[in-house]
């Protein structure tokens, strides 16, 4: 089931292509041998884009998630929607946002998954608890634990591996787990907050700038194993995108898997620690 308006593909392609067209100037540009095995792979993408799309796309989020991308000093222009980055927003993509407050060690958030098969749907009761934080990294690690679910007389635990799109480790765009920069796209775009961040997401390779003053936290987490409930008919094949508000830590969630169709959206509250006296809020600059 799909939400929301979809993003043109021609759109994206356009966009991208502009962009590794700069890309494709800088390399020739710099004096430096390693530069050339970068700019053969752009050549051979720009040459064979158009005639393989989907190919094209992968090929895109392999390369725009692993190179420095834009660098400053560039002036980036979206083909396809006509936007200009100037400088101090692409400096912007060099700060990583804040810490945040509930995204610490023992942090446990309670909440639901519903799962919608056509008319029909199933609503799971989820704890999810995090196990280790490294901010710099941009990564997290954790337990998802469910219960009330059909076939399965206990509750079943995975345990995850997460990224938060900070620009600098991770961007909005996956470049793995089946997903390609269209579904990144449609998903991001179904949490509200997403939506002013949209058009400069494009234009930059996955990146925004202002993501270090943004009140919102994206990730995406990654079920690599069962804990318990092996048995179970759930697989783990897709993962979740996420959307954390720094001020009330609440989560929103979908979950993406290439190979299913159900609808899985995910709710969950922040829950106070034992022995702790209240809840700790996340710094967070508000224009």
């Given at each position: 089931m799909q939400?929301g308006?979809?993003?043109?593909i021609?759109?994206?392609?356009r966009a ?5 067209r700069l890309?494709?100037t800088e390399?020739?540009g710099?004096?430096r041998q ?7 792979e752009?050549?051979?993408i720009?040459?064979g ?9 992968r090929?895109?989020?392999?390369v ?10 560039f002036?980036?222009?979206d083909r396809?929607t ?7 927003q692409?400096q ?13 060690l023992?942090?446990r958030?309670e909440g639901?998954?519903?799962?919608k098969?056509?008319s029909?749907g199933?609503h799971?009761n ?13 990564r997290?690690c954790g337990?998802l ?5 059909p076939?399965?007389?206990r509750?079943?635990?995975?345990f995850?591996e997460?990224?938060?799109v900070?620009?600098?480790n991770h961007?909005?765009?996956?470049s793995?787990y089946?997903?390609?920069i ?8 179904r949490?509200k907050?997403?939506q002013?961040?949209?058009r ?9 700038s202002g993501?270090?003053r943004h009140?919102?936290v994206y990730?995406?987490w ?9 048995e179970?008919?759930l697989?783990i094949?897709?993962?979740y ?9 609440a989560?929103e ?5 290439p190979?299913?169709t159900p ?5 969950l509250?922040p829950?106070q620690?034992?022995?702790d006296?209240?809840?700790a809020?996340?710094h967070v600059?508000?224009?």
């Open positions: 939400t308006q979809q993003p043109s021609v759109g994206v392609r991208l292509q502009g962009q590794l890309l494709q390399l020739r710099r004096e390693s530069g050339a095995t970068e700019l053969a752009v050549d051979v720009l040459a884009g158009e005639e393989t799309p989907l190919l094209f796309q090929q895109l989020n392999r725009l998630g692993s190179f420095p991308f834009p660098s400053p000093g002036w980036v222009s396809a006509g936007t200009t980055l100037s400088p101090a692409q912007g993509f060099k700060a990583p946002p804040e810490p945040c407050a509930f995204l610490q023992g942090q958030f639901r998954q519903r799962v098969h056509g029909k199933e799971w989820v704890t999810v608890t995090i196990q280790g934080v490294t901010h710099a990294m941009g997290l337990t634990e469910a219960y009330n679910i076939d399965s007389e509750p079943v635990t995975t995850f997460g990224e938060i900070d620009n600098v961007t909005f765009f996956t793995e089946g997903a390609c269209e579904s990144d796209l449609r998903h991001w775009s949490f907050t997403f002013a961040l949209r400069e997401v494009m234009a930059s390779g996955g990146r925004h993501l270090a009140r919102h990730m995406r990654k079920e690599r194993f069962f804990v318990e409930g092996c179970c008919r697989t094949a897709g993962f995108y996420l959307c954390l508000d720094r001020i009330t830590g989560i969630g979908l979950y993406f898997d190979s299913s609808d899985q959206q995910l709710t509250e829950q620690a034992a022995g006296e209240g809840l809020f996340g600059d508000i224009a």
